[in-house]
């Protein structure tokens, strides 16, 4: 294999794909500026979501999205820092669309939890992170607004290790406590990196490095018990351990002001230092696809009417292997039919970009992309198939009908449509019939989304009747007629073929359980 830039196992190994997970409000969307700014961007896949009205918003495709001043969308931001390649994937940060963001998850090699120091963990992150385990996905954490008055940070050490299970290694220790941010005391050199406050933090911050004697004479005692802490740190087992990291058991930590701009370049060199490059991608028949064998990807979301001038369909695959050429033809390994890649691109919203080529790790956006679905697989002349991204267990249903029976055919299009985007799952049951499917979520917002795009896009304004279930547990077909005899009980088809079970409530289930203990009734994976 010769060295060139074309070969995908150097441009593999200078890849790093994450997401960041954290609770609204915690200062993602600040970081992703922030790291924009102190990198080349190379590709804004409609990614930086401002708030309303602030800038940087190019995911503004729905109106839902805008008078929530949230981001739907998921997609990809690309740049260069220090010859490296980084895609930061974005994650949806309300909590109903958490199904959303496990199948991003799915797609990227390391995430960074941002905790808001004067709140700790938060319930978002703590879903958040629950389907990062379940991955195992390495975590480094980041400790973000130390410029403001906040919690202690050994405390906070504390609240991470206790309540998730993950030994804190802290490579940054503050100098100063929150809302007295000197700067930070690099534990892998001794040096210390003083903060420098800049007007907005509409620069890059300068980052300097200075010597511990240097730092004891100007910081004094913030200095002292920084280090006087950081020691305590190592005493206790404290310290980075690669392989243990790696192996989701430690999370290494980092403090910073993603507002002011500090600690920002610091996560970026410890992302290139430590987090993992695209590595051979687990297949289903349990062996791995290399990141040098022929290209493969994997689809992880799905998505119409990103543009209202075109109403087309987006699917963005993440690259497991090889290269990938726009233009080529690829296999869909669902049906084995052929897919065209003319239409590739890498900027979504309002700017378009064509993408010519990509390398393991990278998001590629495929335009046209009728034939595909969340979880299938794409490659070329050797057939490969990734495991599928499980579904959540949804907590929410509802019947949803056409307003006006005589648009049915306009119906039916949308519900399938918004099925293959995974923005609702739709269950069905001959009882039923099509005409009142149930659709099913992990939050009450999934249902505004479907509502609001069937009524615009789809010209087929709907009617929700909520139904009064919970949870769902996944059965058997041997075991449907027992559970459709049971009162309060249904069981339903899901798009996969899974049969679902609905409960009002957890007593339900229980007696059920009790009551019949020879069902199959099997949790799905959970969303908290
Ligand atoms: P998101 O919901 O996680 O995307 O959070 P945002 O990035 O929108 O930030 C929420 C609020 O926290 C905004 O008002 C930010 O200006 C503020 N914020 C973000 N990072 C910091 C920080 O490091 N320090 C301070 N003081 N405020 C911050």
């Known amino acids: 294999m010769h060295d060139t830039p074309s070969d995908p196992v150097?441009?593999?190994?200078?890849?790093?794909?994450?997401a960041v997970i954290s609770h609204p409000d915690a200062g993602?969307?600040?970081?992703?500026?922030?790291?924009?700014?102190?990198?080349?961007v190379i590709h804004e896949a409609g990614a930086v979501h401002g708030k309303a009205g602030r800038r940087g918003t190019v995911s503004d495709w729905m109106d839902l999205e805008k008078a929530r001043g949230i981001s739907i969308t998921s997609a990809a931001l690309q740049f260069s820092y220090k010859g490296a390649v980084v895609n930061l994937l974005d994650t949806p940060g309300h909590a109903d669309f958490s199904e959303d963001t496990y199948r991003v998850l799915s797609a990227?090699?390391?995430?960074?939890?941002?905790?808001?120091?004067?709140?700790?963990?938060?319930?978002?992150?703590?879903?958040?992170?629950?389907?990062?385990?379940?991955?195992g996905i390495p975590i480094i954490t980041v400790i973000n607004k130390w410029d403001r008055p906040g919690r202690d940070g050994l405390e906070l050490l504390d609240e991470i290790s206790t309540r998730i299970g993950l030994k804190p290694t802290p490579l940054t220790w503050p100098v100063g406590i929150a809302g007295d941010f000197r700067g930070v005391l690099d534990r892998r050199t001794g040096a210390f990196i003083r903060f420098t406050r800049t007007a907005g933090g509409a620069t890059v911050a300068p980052e300097e490095h200075l010597a511990p004697e240097v730092a004891a004479a100007q910081e004094g005692d913030a200095w002292t018990t920084a280090v006087e802490e950081s020691e305590l740190l190592s005493a206790d087992d404290g310290d980075h351990d690669q392989e243990q990291f790696l192996a989701g058991r430690t999370t290494p930590v980092l403090f910073a002001s993603a507002v002011l701009n500090f600690g920002v370049g610091q996560l970026l060199d410890v992302l290139l230092d430590i987090a993992p490059a695209p590595a051979p991608?687990?297949?289903?028949?349990?062996?791995?696809?290399?990141?040098?064998?022929?290209?493969?990807?994997?689809?992880?979301?799905v998505q119409a009417g990103m543009d209202s001038a075109h109403r087309d369909r987006v699917a963005f695959a993440r690259v497991c292997s090889g290269v990938f050429e726009r233009g080529m033809v690829v296999?869909?390994?669902?049906t084995r039919?052929?897919?065209?890649?003319?239409?590739?691109q890498a900027v979504f919203g309002r700017e378009r970009s064509t993408l010519d080529t990509a390398f393991p790790g990278d998001v590629v956006g495929l335009v046209n992309a009728q034939a595909l679905r969340v979880g299938d697989t794409l490659y070329v002349d050797q057939p490969v198939v990734f495991p599928p991204i499980p579904s959540f267990a949804p907590e929410h249903f509802a019947v949803v009908r056409a307003k006006d029976t005589g648009r049915y055919k306009q119906f039916r299009r949308g519900i399938e449509q918004l099925e293959q985007e995974g923005v609702v799952q739709v269950l069905r049951s001959d009882l039923r019939g099509e005409q009142a499917p149930v659709l099913a979520a992990v939050g009450p917002m999934q249902f505004e989304v479907a509502s609001h795009r069937m009524e615009n896009e789809f010209s087929s304004a709907v009617l929700l009747e909520p139904l009064p279930y919970s949870m769902a547990r996944r059965t058997r077909a041997e075991d449907v007629a027992v559970l459709d005899a049971v009162r309060g009980v249904e069981v339903l088809r899901r798009g996969d073929g899974a049969l679902l079970a609905l409960f009002p409530d957890r007593w339900r289930?229980?007696?059920?359980?009790?009551?019949?203990?020879?069902l199959l009734l099997e949790p799905l994976v959970a969303s908290a």
Do not use: I, N, W
Not at 10 to 18: I, L
Not at 331 to 334: P, S, Y
Not at 337 to 344: C, G, I, L
Not at 509 to 518: C, D, I, T
């Open 10 to 18: 150097s441009e593999a190994s200078r890849r790093r794909t994450f």
């Open 331 to 334: 296999t869909h390994a669902g």
């Open 337 to 344: 039919r052929p897919f065209a890649t003319k239409y590739a």
């Open 281 to 301: 991608r687990p297949t289903v028949d349990g062996g791995a696809r290399p990141v040098d064998a022929p290209f493969s990807a994997l689809v992880f979301k």
């Open 509 to 518: 289930l229980s007696s059920v359980q009790r009551e019949h203990p020879g």
């Open 108 to 135: 990227v090699d390391a995430a960074v939890m941002l905790v808001d120091a004067a709140r700790g963990l938060e319930p978002q992150t703590l879903k958040l992170f629950e389907v990062c385990r379940h991955r």
């Open 28 to 40: 993602k969307s600040t970081l992703t500026e922030a790291l924009a700014l102190h990198a080349r």
